[in-house]
């Protein structure tokens, strides 16, 4: 692996980082290589009858921030239209988007990151639903960083703020480069007055590798989207130093959280698959929308029951403020690019146009079938 990442430095010193770091990448590099042996038709029909629809995610580890697609398996929601759901789980964005890009998958669920980095390089991809409009999140330290910087959970927001660039020779884990616990953890770099060079920014391709980096002291922090920094705080002692969805990063409430993703040639041969898809995950976003304690319990027994409930009620409660629409707009994707958030901010909202990238046909006919407004 390379000791530099753009204008970033790594930091790769230690024997146990490193095996974090190592392993992670060995197999998110030979994930899609695997996945691309074996490539079917979009929509092939299984013996039981069902059309096969394969959904990659870029985590391995279950995270709220998937509960719509989770929810309209659960409920038999893609059941109703006819579908059998397989669940490609790769390590990290890049990877998630290699394998739909590759065959392995029909469609990605993730942040619109490497979407919109592809997209700009020529790849035929359309952003057809959104999971999530925004990405709740939480930057997350150690309690050792916290002394050093002189701050609690409960300090004012200001010192909060500023906080990172007080921990010196600060070292951050994020999933992957170009992913949204990337852009989060430069955002707050910036926003403390820090450059990237003044950090070490840590590819570790798990959220749950972040968590065993920091607790071995392997760095100082996370961003991590629910359950990952309500973890981090039970499990860890872990300091909850920002938190994107009440504004704490600067810029970050405004980005475009979980989108579908498909292929455009997917889409023209098997239209009728991704309109089946699409009408159970939004008749689950309707559900999570109308009746989220009712989801909550669902999820919780099938998904997260593992989960301490003091965990399972905080991640929760941080994922309903963004359930509230399907619709992706040229705005939010927009905010990633003029936030320099993408090819290093080489692709800006000046010489790529997001609206060709969204198709919000299918999930609109979806909602207006369900008689639903999203707000």
Not at 100 to 115: F, K, Q, R
Not at 254 to 280: F, H, I, N, P, W
Request: charged share 20%; with cysteine.
């Amino acid at each position: 692996m390379s000791n530099t990442l753009g204008n970033k430095r790594i930091g790769t010193s230690r024997r146990n980082f490193l095996r974090l770091a190592g392993a992670g990448a060995a197999v998110a590099a030979a994930a899609p290589l695997l996945a691309a042996c074996s490539t079917p038709e979009p929509g092939a029909v299984g013996a039981n009858g069902l059309r096969k629809y394969r959904i990659v995610l870029p985590s391995k580890d279950p995270l709220v921030v998937f509960s719509v697609s989770y929810l309209a398996e659960d409920k038999g929601f893609y059941k109703d239209e006819g579908l059998e759901i397989e669940r490609v789980l790769l390590l990290g964005g890049p990877a998630a988007l290699t394998g739909l890009l590759s065959g392995a998958a029909d469609a990605l669920i993730a942040t619109p990151g490497e979407t919109l980095s592809a997209a700009a390089k020529g790849q035929d991809l359309t952003v057809v639903m959104g999971h999530t409009n925004s990405m709740p999140s939480t930057f997350v330290i150690s309690q050792s960083a916290a002394d050093r910087a002189g701050v609690r959970a409960d300090s004012p927001l200001e010192q909060r703020k500023m906080a990172l660039g007080r921990i010196d020779n600060a070292r951050f884990g994020i999933t992957s480069p170009g992913s949204q616990t990337d852009a989060f953890t430069r955002m707050a770099i910036a926003q403390a007055g820090m450059s990237n060079s003044d950090a070490r920014i840590v590819p570790l391709q798990t959220v749950s590798n972040c968590l065993a980096a920091l607790q071995n002291g392997d760095i100082d922090g996370y961003v991590g989207v629910p359950p990952a920094g309500e973890q981090a705080a039970e499990q860890a002692g872990a300091v909850v130093l920002l938190t994107a969805q009440a504004g704490d990063i600067e810029g970050a409430q405004s980005l475009q959280g979980m989108t579908s993703v498909v292929k455009q040639r997917d889409l023209a041969s098997q239209k009728d698959l991704y309109e089946a898809a699409l009408r159970a995950e939004t008749k689950a976003m309707k559900l999570l929308n109308d009746n989220p304690d009712e989801a909550g319990a669902l999820l919780r027994e099938t998904r997260f029951g593992t989960l301490a409930e003091s965990v399972w009620t905080a991640a929760w409660g941080s994922l309903a403020p963004s359930l509230t629409s399907p619709i992706v707009t040229p705005v939010s994707l927009n905010a990633w690019l003029d936030n320099g958030l993408v090819d290093g901010g080489s692709v800006t909202s000046q010489n790529f146009s997001t609206a060709d990238l969204i198709d919000m046909g299918m999930v609109e006919a979806a909602t207006n079938s369900l008689g639903w407004t999203p707000n």
